[in-house]
């Protein structure tokens, strides 16, 4: 079973989520919260898998509440955002968030996210990811130390600037002419060198170092 927390400051919105989940036979809410002090402390009370995490919200705000649970705990972050907030889904990222979700997401696509975040992948929307990056990693954003992708291949970097506009690994082999086990392996290999949690991480890495920078 895949436990999660559900946290947003509308009951109605968290009786929604909480409806679709109950449908899936894999997935158990064990949990609701109101704000992001409230999910903190729920968090290391009811060791959920994984929060499904609003932005916006009285007393502390989803980033922050992100920021503490993915240190404090072994649980993942899911964003729910609307799209009219999203200059807080870069800032949610950067605090550890392993993805983000429309709130207006399709129950089975919710689901398959959890799945996927429950195994150890990230929740990246390629067009989505590409238009938030683009808009606030810009030329004002102090890069990090580029130093830091030393420790990769060549081949592992074109992987890591492939991950980052957005390409899912089907469609960064057949860019490469790889197979699709291979990429996986390269992935893995980035991340793990990287000491990265999952490909969202990575894509945040690689716009803060410059490998890839917006609208190329």
Do not use: C, W
Request: net charge negative.
């Amino acid at each position: 079973m895949i436990r999660v927390l559900l946290v947003d400051d509308q009951e109605l919105m968290r009786a929604g989520f909480h409806m679709v989940l109950g449908s899936a036979e894999d997935v158990e809410v064990v949990g609701e919260a109101g704000d992001g002090l409230e999910a903190v402390r729920l968090t290391g009370e009811l060791a959920p898998d994984i929060v499904l995490m609003d932005i916006r919200m009285p007393t502390l705000d989803g980033v922050e509440a992100t920021r503490r649970i993915v240190a404090s705990s072994p649980a993942r972050v899911l964003v729910m955002t609307t799209f009219d907030l999203d200059e807080y889904v870069y800032s949610a990222l950067q605090a550890g968030a392993s993805g983000f979700l429309l709130k207006d997401t399709p129950p089975t696509e919710l689901v398959s996210a959890l799945h996927a975040v429950a195994t150890g992948d990230a929740v990246v929307s390629p067009s989505i990811t590409r238009r938030l990056l683009d808009r606030f990693v810009d030329s004002a954003h102090p890069p990090r130390d580029t130093s830091l992708l030393d420790v990769l291949t060549e081949r592992e970097r074109e992987v890591l600037a492939l991950v980052a506009r957005g390409l899912s690994n089907t469609e960064i082999a057949e860019s490469l002419f790889l197979s699709e086990a291979t990429v996986k392996t390269h992935v893995g290999r980035v991340l793990s060198k990287l000491d990265l949690r999952d490909r969202v991480q990575a894509v945040v890495l690689a716009y803060d170092t410059g490998l890839v920078r917006p609208g190329r």
